[in-house]
């Protein structure tokens, strides 16, 4: 209420209001701060009003006030200077940071910093960039006075997602270590997950008006100043292990007198990032005495330790980790799984503490407990299962499976998944699962876990073959979960429902029972009747019905009906479709990551012989479903599993894997669980299909799966298609090559360059470092004023990344456009074009190569128009270091007014860039991001 009297009585009285010259200022003053303290509230109420009348003049006396033995008058004066004298803060923020792979005790590399300055209570919103990204960051200040209370958000990809710890006291100088987090690359494909990161801690100091010299410094310099000052008297264990891996802060100082147990062990930690003998041989003596029962150590400095020791390798660490799994907290289990895949990397350290490290982490305690879902877990369970033997898994395993894939215990989700997938990698392995764990496993046949279940299973069938028994348990589970009320358990099922349909391993009584829950389903299952209808048709024929339009309960109870009639005059011979003896194919299919920098990485290459409209049914180690079926469709295509058109004898590029994923996410100390990182993954991975005719003879003499096929082979089959006298396969070739960057397609392309010139070819060429057919890619480039083709844009998007100076200049043209010349059709490709240059700036290693006076002036000028703002802005960020307030703009949760307060950053980009360009003729320096 105060402040709020005071607002207004600034904006009723200004400061600049005239003084009434009859009285002695300073006398008036003097009394007007006496009756702050008054009895009377009008008389205080009328102080503080002439106080703010007197403005500037008032200052010193109030600042003399601050000391007063009267608390109201103390409270008044704070309000009153804060309003009239605000003093000048500035909040440091640093993220301390790897370059490579994260390593929890090796010296951070990267450390980037921002100042945000402050006259008053405020929320500003600015960006951090690193190497990897630009991280924008949220600093709101309040308080009139130390300590202030500072709140330090960081905004998502997403802008309605913010992250951070809760608002904490800081007095000036003081460090605060904010929190810590890994930004984490996680890939599944092929059944196993992969994992690197980037590890992190962000740290943020507070100043007080600060003196010239300080405000002068680098902020990060700053920080590291504070730190150095403040740690030896620090009781924060965040701190001390924050100077174990950041280098400028100097050697390791002893810990303050009468330090907590968890500051000595977090210096303990710090040291051996310092590689100091003396720490090892303390811990490992600490180490030793808790599990001897000599000494013991308490579970929140277990949490801290455990993580340090795995990644020292300190004697008896593995055997800490057993006892103590479940007590860690989320963050250190992240840690923790990092540091022990780190390990398992050593074959000697895998043979001696694979099998423990399993029994800890499936123990009784920590099953409820961890974080299952987390990916550096993920990792570390794909990791196992390539280093610890099939028998050591079957051992763990035995009398834990009922536990683990129990559904009414924490962390399911994430935990079930895990050991269905190692149970699919041992069925894949030949390993015989007991009947017990099959039952199990098929009583998860109703849930969501449905489909990994069921691969399980049927992994298990192909090798060695399941019961009647655990057959008849999947049927009735799937009519559960076919009624089931969860719209992604019932979804999940009836994609079980339609794999089983469609596999021929089933006794006729069992297909039976599957088709008769079908038709239930019909009649009890209001959501699911025309999915169940669709699987009958598909199984055993349309059933004659007369045509309706208006499907209501009537009708399906007659279709019902029609099934349960149907099935019963139906033989067992005649349950499964009848197929016809289609023609002999060899599949070729070779599995490839790409990334758009330039690798391309082949993963896996399988060659099998198959019959058309036979099931080739082919479980991955993670218990999803890689079965391959060829069907036939119009004229001379074919569907390879409901997917990819295929064509005889012509390759085919495309994205056969839709399960394999790349995620950028991050993982923190402040938030349980995990936040996008990126809006988008770039890296794709896509599958090379080619099918080849066989005759009979042939195909019996190479069914099924070869084992012979190389990548040479693949990469002859690819030339051989340059050299094809089909011109559509010859089509396919060349885009395929360009996908993949062959370099050995280079000399066959410049041959066909020379029969038939084309811009495919020309495109071809310029990947692989050819330029002849530069001048007919620029030439189509000109029809994307008239016309946008994709041609034209894969043109110019590969001109752009290889710097192509005559094609930056069109488009810097395009951009320099006023409104009225601008055309819609040109318009939508100015995004493409813009992130084309964004990447090639990144990679471009000679500032010099890059026109940036006029690349500047175009995107300041392109801030005019709200389909390239959002581009354009970021982009000059980058380029110039300067911030306009840009991320301010999204915590305004208007739209109207959002959009109003970026058009004035466009203007003070403009007026910016016209006062840069009167001041100086000197060129702008280049500082970008260089991975992005």
Request: hydrophobic letters at 40%; charged letters at 25%.
């Amino acid at each position: 209420m105060l402040t709020t009297i005071l607002s207004l009585a600034l904006l009723i009285f200004p400061v600049d209001a005239p003084l009434d010259v009859d009285d002695p200022l300073a006398s008036d003053i003097s009394t007007w701060i006496e009756n702050l303290g008054a009895e009377d509230w009008s008389l205080r109420e009328e102080a503080a009003r002439k106080l703010l009348d007197a403005g500037p003049d008032a200052i010193d006396a109030l600042r003399s006030a601050l000391q007063d033995p009267d608390p109201e008058v103390r409270a008044r004066v704070k309000e009153m200077l804060s309003l009239l004298a605000p003093p000048i803060l500035i909040v440091d923020v640093v993220r301390v940071g790897n370059l490579s792979d994260s390593s929890q005790l090796s010296a951070r590399q990267e450390v980037v910093a921002t100042a945000v300055r402050f006259t008053r209570s405020d929320l500003i919103q600015t960006s951090v960039t690193s190497t990897s990204e630009e991280r924008r960051i949220q600093v709101e200040v309040r308080g009139s006075e130390a300590p202030y209370s500072v709140e330090i958000l960081f905004p998502g990809v997403n802008s309605t997602i913010v992250s951070g710890p809760p608002a904490r006291g800081l007095d000036p100088g003081i460090p605060w270590v904010i929190l810590s987090e890994e930004r984490i690359t996680m890939e599944q494909a092929q059944g196993k997950t992969s994992t690197r990161g980037e590890l992190a801690s962000w740290v943020a100091v507070l100043h007080h008006n600060p003196e010239p010299a300080l405000e002068k410094l680098d902020p990060a310099l700053r920080v590291a100043q504070a730190i150095r000052h403040h740690l030896p008297r620090s009781d924060d264990p965040h701190l001390w292990l924050l100077a174990g891996v950041w280098p400028q802060l100097g050697p390791i100082p002893d810990a303050p007198e009468g330090a907590t147990a968890r500051v000595r062990d977090a210096r303990l930690v710090s040291l051996l990032g310092h590689q100091d003998a003396s720490a090892v041989q303390e811990l490992t003596s600490m180490v030793a005495r808790h599990l001897d029962g000599i000494e013991s150590i308490s579970t929140d400095r277990i949490d801290v330790l455990i993580p340090a020791l795995l990644e020292a390798n300190i004697d008896r660490s593995i055997e800490l980790l057993s006892r103590h799994c479940g007590d860690l907290s989320p963050w250190r289990q992240h840690l923790s799984w990092h540091s022990l895949e780190r390990n398992l990397g050593d074959p000697e350290f895998a043979s001696a503490h694979g099998k423990t490290v399993l029994q800890a982490i499936m123990a009784p305690e920590a099953l409820p407990v961890l974080r299952w879902t987390n990916s550096r877990l993920a990792s570390l369970w794909s990791t196992l299962q390539r280093h610890v033997p099939t028998e050591q898994w079957m051992e763990v395993l035995q009398g834990r499976v009922k536990d683990a894939l129990g559904q009414d215990m924490n962390q399911s989700t994430g935990r079930i998944p895990l050991i269905l997938g190692t149970m699919a990698f041992l069925s894949n392995r030949s390993e015989l699962l007991p009947p017990e764990w099959q039952t199990q496993v098929a009583e998860l046949i109703g849930t969501r876990h449905s489909e990994i279940a069921l691969g399980v299973l049927a992994s298990q069938q192909q090798e060695h073959g399941v019961s009647e028994e655990i057959w008849a348990i999947v049927c009735g589970e799937m009519g559960k979960g076919l009624a089931s009320t969860d719209t992604t358990t019932s979804f999940r099922v009836r994609k079980s429902v339609a794999r089983l349909i469609d596999c021929t391993f089933l006794s006729p009584g069992m297909r039976r029972i599957l088709l008769e829950v079908l038709v239930d389903t019909i009649e009890e299952v209001a959501s699911q009747r025309s999915s169940a209808d669709q699987l009958l048709t598909k199984s055993l024929g349309a059933a004659t019905t007369k045509p309706i339009r208006t499907r209501d309960p009537t009708y399906w109870n007659g279709r019902a009906k029609l099934w349960k009639k149907k099935l019963e005059d139906l033989p067992d011979d005649q349950l499964y479709p009848a197929i016809e003896a289609g023609e002999w194919v060899r599949l070729t299919l070779a599995d490839y990551r790409i990334d758009p920098e330039g690798t391309t990485e082949p993963l896996r290459l399988q060659r099998l012989v198959l019959q058309i409209g036979h099931r080739f049914l082919a479980i991955g180690d993670n218990g999803e479903d890689e079965s391959i079926l060829i069907v036939s469709t119009h004229g001379n295509t074919y569907r390879l599993s409901g997917s990819i058109l295929v064509v005889e004898n012509r390759p085919v590029l495309a994205r056969l894997r839709p399960r394999w994923r790349r995620w950028i996410h991050r993982i923190s100390s402040a938030r349980l669980g995990p936040e996008s990182a990126q809006a988008r993954s770039l890296v794709t991975y896509q599958t090379l299909a080619l099918m080849e005719p066989l005759d009979a003879n042939q195909a019996q003499q190479g069914q099924g799966l070869e084992t012979d096929p190389g990548w040479d082979d693949i990469e002859a089959l690819l030339l051989d298609g340059l050299n094809s006298a089909e011109q559509t396969t010859r089509r396919s070739t060349i885009d395929i090559v360009t996908t993949l960057k062959l370099v050995s397609a280079r000399e066959p392309l410049i041959k066909l360059w020379k029969d038939d010139p084309t811009p495919s070819i020309a495109r071809a060429l310029l990947v692989l470092g050819d330029t002849r057919g530069r001048y007919m890619l620029f030439e189509s480039i000109k029809q994307l004023e008239r016309r946008a083709t994709r041609d034209a844009q894969q043109a110019m998007e590969q001109l752009l990344l290889h710097g192509d100076r005559e094609t930056m200049e069109l488009v810097l043209s395009w951009l320099e456009r006023l409104p009225t010349k601008r055309t819609r059709i040109l318009e939508n490709q100015l995004p493409i074009a813009m992130r084309s240059i964004e990447s090639w700036i990144s990679k471009q290693q000679d500032p010099a190569e890059i026109p940036m006076e006029r690349l500047i002036g175009a995107l300041v000028q392109r801030c005019d128009t709200q389909q390239l703002r959002g581009t354009s802005i970021p982009l000059l960020r980058r380029l110039t270091g300067q911030d306009m307030g840009w991320w301010n703009t999204f915590s305004i949760t208007d739209t109207k007014e959002r959009l109003q307060a970026q058009e004035e950053i466009a203007e003070r980009w403009s007026a910016w860039w016209q006062r840069t360009r009167e001041r100086s003729q000197d060129p702008v320096k280049l500082n970008p991001p260089r991975d992005r």
